[in-house]
């Protein structure tokens, strides 16, 4: 019973698509996360929500959208893809007071070309 | 200082040693501290959580140091399998950011 799935897997498009990864977990958390790990390993918050309000939002290009249509479920829709976007896009999931940690997917692996 | 700064190794260590890493951080509210682990091409894992007090986990013991800002790692008796990226994660609280570094490769050598 896997607790955070994403999907697909893999990805790969061509620049300027629009492509959506879906994330759903089972854990009983109140908040989501998606993170992006580029080439370098750097692994860096994009976005929180917390029972579907949006709550961390860092600096990432408004052609990132996030959309959380309950608090078990928080997709990505990237418009207007561009090579710099390739990376690998982990979704996360923890209780609101993140005192425990937070439980990762497996990852999206997204190429750009 | 960098908001989360860790030594990038790697460190090649023979099987059997103790091997420990160290993280700084510049965030001195900073509320929680974690380290997790991560294989290749795999999603990071919760390792442990880090307090004030220190915390044993089988071989592995954790170390927050909230005067300095800096958290460590100790790993006893490595195992192969010990061989991974390690990430010490900063957590701000609800109304800060959580910052991973990024992070220490570790090679176990048999």
């Known amino acids: 019973d896997t607790a955070v799935s994403q999907t697909p897997k893999y990805l790969v498009t061509q620049m300027g698509n629009d492509k959506s990864i879906k994330c759903e977990q089972n854990?009983?958390?109140?908040?989501m996360y998606w993170y992006k790990q580029d080439s370098k390993k750097f692994l860096k918050i994009m976005f929180s929500?917390?029972?579907?309000?949006?709550?961390i939002n860092e600096t990432v290009p408004n052609r990132f959208s996030p959309k959380s249509p309950d608090k078990a479920h928080l997709n990505l829709h990237i418009n207007s893809l561009e090579l710099g976007d390739s990376a690998v896009y982990f979704c996360?999931?923890?209780?609101?007071?993140?005192?425990?940690?937070?439980?990762f997917g497996s990852g999206t692996r997204l190429t750009v070309v | 200082r960098k908001e989360v700064e860790q030594d990038p190794g790697p460190f090649n260590v023979p099987e059997g040693a103790t091997v420990a890493f160290n993280c700084t951080y510049s965030?001195?509210?900073?509320?929680?501290f974690f380290w997790y682990r991560q294989d290749c091409r795999k999603e990071p894992k919760l390792l442990m959580s880090?307090?004030?007090s220190g915390n044993e986990d089988g071989r592995f013991t954790a170390q927050l140091n909230r005067a300095s800002q800096y958290i460590s790692l100790l790993i006893r008796d490595s195992k192969l399998s010990d061989s991974a990226t390690y990430l010490c994660?900063?957590?701000?609280?609800?109304?800060?950011?959580?910052?991973f570094g990024k992070g220490t490769r570790l090679h176990i050598l048999p």
């Open positions: 996360a999931s923890s209780q609101v007071d993140r005192n425990y940690g937070y439980t």
């Open positions: 854990l009983g958390h109140d908040t």
């Open positions: 929500y917390n029972n579907k309000e949006l709550i």
């Open positions: 965030n001195s509210a900073s509320q929680s």
């Open positions: 880090v307090y004030s």
């Open positions: 994660v900063v957590d701000g609280g609800l109304d800060d950011k959580i910052i």
